[in-house]
């Protein structure tokens, strides 16, 4: 195909969107891997190509109707749709074009960016939340590599996903109602209520969205799972982040407010085989400390996750953004004194690359995801091999950049000095 090619997709005219996906609406994410390839790009466009061909649950094609709680499937992708952009050289350039790439006007739901062997997804977060990129991503490499069309491609999603897993979960078996105020208190914590903060001069405010990347080394990240064995084995690896990233922005002079939130992919509560394609992520509010115990947090997490809190939250987010019918418009001020609220989200080393092929050299999964406002700080974490690591977006108006600077330096380069610094388990 030449670069003026649009790639036809397939649908009706126009579908209902999921309250999870409205959730979402109005943001977006523009997320990294690699090295991979490199691709050239008409093989990517060709590869983009068949997945828009293979069906509705590709999510290829479908963009948001502004003001309604519908999709329009437009018949064809835009040719902007794939487009080259030169390599960045550094993780520092690496985060700088992110930053470039999301500062442009978001004309599409979907760019696929190729830079060098990096490959980069610019993605509306109302087609879809981080398993989504990771899906897709794994798909082109496999296509491209092999020709072949991976099962989630060609396998028609799941009607109602939401509803269904509420029944599923909760209408099967209606006792497990009685756990979900243990668990919210559990998540609240035991120490006193903070005091009332005061009401705080505000400021005019506009968006400005900023990225902040390290890399942590493979020793390093074996270092920190070290720590974790020794000093707070019962932790889990994302709240152990979590906590570690919150010393961090306190440490370099940022104020974080508790509580935080933990992103959690409710897919586990959906019936065995659910192909679930859009969003199913809550943002779970958790008491989150500066002197935060891992170990406590986790079981606190663990707890109200097994009690299925986070799916009750994400069908009550659901139904209430339905009935209103979108988001809120997003604030035009900001407190003068601003306080980081940070949303940890983490996945993992994820299982879609188990197969990939890897370019050789460093290895990398990040990202930019808009914060949710002012003063919200959305932390990624990630694994790609042995190493990881840690993207920081947030507004560069609000909080100064130099200062989530010197936190991510401390993460990418001493993660065990900020756990020893408030370790209750030494």
């Given at each position: 195909?030449?670069?003026?090619?649009?790639?036809?997709?397939?649908?009706?005219?126009?579908?209902?969107?999921?309250?999870?996906?409205?959730?979402?609406?109005?943001?977006?994410?523009?997320?990294?891997?690699?090295?991979?390839?490199?691709?050239?790009?008409?093989?990517?466009?060709?590869?983009?190509?068949?997945?828009?061909?293979?069906?509705?649950?590709?999510?290829?094609?479908?963009?948001?109707?502004?003001?309604t709680?519908?999709?329009?499937?437009?018949?064809?992708?835009?040719?902007?749709?794939?487009?080259?952009?030169?390599?960045?050289?550094?993780?520092?350039?690496?985060?700088?074009?992110?930053?470039?790439?999301?500062?442009?006007p978001?004309?599409?739901?979907?760019?696929?960016?190729?830079?060098?062997?990096?490959?980069?997804?610019?993605?509306?977060?109302?087609?879809?939340?981080g398993?989504?990129?990771?899906?897709?991503?794994?798909?082109?490499?496999?296509?491209i590599?092999?020709?072949?069309?991976?099962?989630?491609?060609?396998?028609?999603?799941?009607?109602?996903?939401?509803?269904?897993?509420?029944?599923?979960?909760?209408?099967?078996?209606?006792?497990?109602?009685?756990?979900?105020?243990?668990?919210?208190?559990?998540?609240?914590?035991?120490?006193?209520?903070?005091?009332?903060?005061?009401?705080?001069?505000?400021?005019?405010?506009?968006?400005?969205?900023?990225?902040?990347?390290?890399?942590?080394?493979?020793?390093?990240?074996?270092?920190?799972?070290?720590?974790?064995?020794?000093?707070?084995?019962?932790?889990?690896?994302?709240?152990?982040?979590?906590?570690?990233?919150?010393?961090?922005?306190?440490e370099?002079?940022?104020?974080?407010?508790?509580?935080?939130?933990?992103?959690?992919?409710?897919?586990?509560?959906?019936?065995?085989?659910?192909?679930?394609?859009?969003?199913?992520?809550?943002?779970?509010?958790a008491?989150?400390?500066?002197s935060?115990d891992?170990?406590?947090?986790?079981?606190?997490?663990?707890?109200?996750?097994?009690?299925?809190y986070?799916?009750?939250?994400?069908?009550?987010?659901?139904?209430?953004?339905?009935?209103r019918?979108?988001?809120?418009?997003?604030?035009?001020?900001?407190?003068?004194?601003?306080?980081?609220?940070?949303?940890?989200?983490?996945?993992?080393?994820?299982?879609?690359?188990?197969?990939?092929?890897?370019?050789?050299?460093?290895?990398?999964?990040?990202?930019?995801?808009?914060?949710?406002?002012?003063?919200?700080?959305?932390?990624?974490?990630?694994?790609?091999?042995?190493?990881?690591?840690?993207?920081?977006?947030?507004?560069?108006?609000?909080?100064?950049?130099?200062?989530?600077?010197?936190?991510?330096?401390?993460?990418?380069?001493?993660?065990v000095?900020?756990?020893?610094?408030?370790?209750?388990?030494?």
């Amino acid at each position: 195909m030449n670069g003026t090619a649009r790639i036809r997709a397939t649908g009706a005219a126009s579908i209902r969107a999921t309250g999870a996906d409205l959730l979402m609406s109005g943001t977006r994410f523009v997320l990294v891997c690699g090295p991979l390839g490199p691709w050239r790009a008409d093989q990517a466009r060709a590869a983009l190509g068949r997945l828009a061909a293979a069906g509705r649950q590709t999510r290829l094609g479908l963009r948001p109707d502004a003001g309604t709680v519908r999709w329009h499937t437009d018949p064809v992708l835009a040719p902007g749709s794939v487009c080259e952009v030169p390599p960045a050289e550094s993780v520092a350039d690496t985060a700088a074009l992110l930053q470039r790439l999301r500062r442009e006007p978001a004309d599409l739901p979907f760019r696929l960016i190729l830079a060098g062997r990096q490959v980069i997804l610019d993605v509306d977060h109302m087609l879809g939340d981080g398993q989504y990129y990771l899906n897709m991503v794994a798909a082109l490499e496999r296509l491209i590599r092999t020709g072949e069309l991976p099962a989630w491609a060609t396998t028609p999603p799941t009607p109602h996903p939401l509803p269904r897993a509420l029944w599923h979960w909760f209408g099967r078996h209606p006792s497990r109602l009685r756990a979900l105020p243990v668990a919210r208190s559990a998540l609240k914590g035991t120490a006193a209520p903070n005091a009332a903060a005061p009401v705080s001069a505000q400021r005019p405010w506009t968006p400005s969205v900023a990225v902040v990347i390290t890399r942590q080394s493979a020793a390093l990240a074996d270092a920190v799972r070290r720590w974790r064995t020794e000093h707070a084995p019962g932790a889990s690896s994302a709240m152990l982040a979590a906590v570690m990233i919150r010393r961090a922005l306190t440490e370099a002079g940022i104020p974080v407010a508790d509580p935080a939130s933990i992103a959690v992919d409710c897919r586990r509560y959906a019936p065995p085989g659910s192909v679930i394609s859009g969003n199913f992520v809550l943002g779970l509010t958790a008491a989150l400390p500066p002197s935060a115990d891992p170990v406590e947090r986790s079981a606190a997490l663990r707890a109200a996750c097994a009690a299925g809190y986070p799916l009750a939250w994400l069908g009550f987010g659901a139904g209430m953004i339905r009935l209103r019918r979108r988001r809120p418009a997003p604030p035009d001020t900001v407190s003068v004194t601003p306080r980081a609220q940070m949303i940890y989200t983490d996945l993992g080393h994820a299982p879609q690359f188990a197969t990939a092929h890897w370019a050789p050299g460093e290895q990398m999964l990040a990202g930019l995801l808009d914060p949710a406002g002012p003063e919200a700080v959305s932390v990624l974490g990630s694994g790609v091999g042995a190493e990881r690591s840690y993207s920081i977006s947030f507004h560069d108006n609000v909080f100064d950049r130099a200062a989530v600077e010197r936190a991510v330096a401390v993460i990418g380069t001493d993660p065990v000095g900020l756990l020893d610094a408030g370790s209750v388990h030494q």
